[in-house]
């Protein structure tokens, strides 16, 4: 798992595309820092495998899913990425819970900055928007965010200066997607209360409640 705190940005050096897979070779130095292959990083918000380290670099290979579903499919060379390296068990939780499995990708509807503020939304799918909640967190390109608003299908952050600097955010611009992961909490309540609402499918009624006395 990782925390969304964004450690350093890395630049994608190049991607060389396979049958059914890329190997992404990505430059970057502190998450380096004692990496083995086999170990696990977040790149943009998608976790994957180290597989090699050489000369500043390492690389991974992306499978045809996470090509397919997350915006690592449309990296090139030159573009820069949010990267994390995998945390410990004595790590403070600066964020919060992250996978770094992606739940789909969001455009990018605002994205403007005023009175030392930098404000994000993105337009998120009915499906996936009943897990955002306001003051809860959300994970855009691996990055752990706070939900300042809702509306309608718009999910709102905003974003302080010293990681707008410090993330690949300052590089993006209104159209453009990002990786959402919604917080795995919520998604785990509402799997574990799905059988008891089930079974208390039809009990609170409007006329049931009328019988208890509430006004309606």
């Given at each position: 798992?990782?925390?969304g705190i964004?450690?350093?940005?890395?630049?994608?050096?190049?991607?060389?595309?396979?049958?059914?897979?890329?190997?992404?070779?990505?430059?970057?130095?502190?998450?380096?820092?004692?990496?083995?292959?086999?170990?696990?990083?977040?790149?943009?918000?998608?976790?994957?495998?180290?597989?090699?380290?050489?000369?500043?670099?390492?690389?991974?290979?992306?499978?045809?899913?996470?090509?397919?579903?997350?915006?690592?499919?449309?990296?090139?060379?030159?573009?820069?990425?949010?990267?994390?390296?995998?945390?410990r068990a004595?790590?403070?939780?600066?964020?919060?819970?992250?996978?770094?499995?992606?739940?789909?990708?969001?455009?990018?509807r605002e994205?403007?900055?005023?009175?030392?503020?930098?404000?994000?939304?993105?337009?998120?799918?009915?499906?996936?928007?009943?897990?955002?909640?306001?003051?809860?967190?959300?994970?855009?390109?691996?990055?752990?965010?706070?939900?300042?608003?809702?509306?309608?299908?718009?999910?709102?952050?905003?974003?302080?200066?010293?990681?707008?600097?410090?993330?690949?955010?300052?590089?993006?611009?209104?159209?453009?997607?990002?990786?959402?992961?919604?917080?795995?909490?919520?998604?785990?309540?509402?799997?574990?209360?799905?059988?008891?609402?089930?079974?208390?499918?039809?009990?609170?009624?409007?006329?049931?409640?009328?019988?208890?006395?509430?006004?309606?």
């Open positions: 798992m990782f925390t964004i450690e350093e940005t890395g630049t994608v050096q190049s991607v060389i595309r396979e049958t059914g897979r890329a190997r992404l070779i990505i430059k970057a130095s502190r998450v380096l820092e004692g990496t083995k292959a086999g170990d696990s990083i977040n790149i943009d918000g998608v976790c994957q495998t180290v597989s090699q380290i050489s000369g500043g670099t390492f690389s991974v290979y992306t499978l045809a899913e996470s090509l397919k579903k997350t915006t690592l499919g449309g990296l090139s060379s030159g573009k820069k990425v949010n990267l994390e390296r995998a945390a004595d790590t403070r939780l600066g964020g919060h819970i992250v996978q770094g499995h992606v739940s789909c990708v969001v455009p990018i994205l403007s900055t005023g009175s030392g503020n930098v404000y994000l939304s993105v337009e998120v799918p009915s499906a996936h928007l009943r897990y955002c909640v306001q003051e809860g967190s959300v994970s855009l390109d691996g990055i752990s965010l706070t939900v300042a608003d809702i509306s309608g299908k718009l999910v709102r952050v905003n974003i302080i200066p010293a990681t707008f600097e410090g993330t690949a955010l300052k590089d993006k611009k209104t159209g453009d997607s990002m990786n959402l992961e919604t917080d795995i909490i919520g998604r785990y309540v509402e799997n574990l209360l799905q059988p008891y609402l089930a079974s208390r499918a039809g009990v609170f009624t409007e006329e049931k409640l009328k019988e208890l006395g509430y006004q309606i």
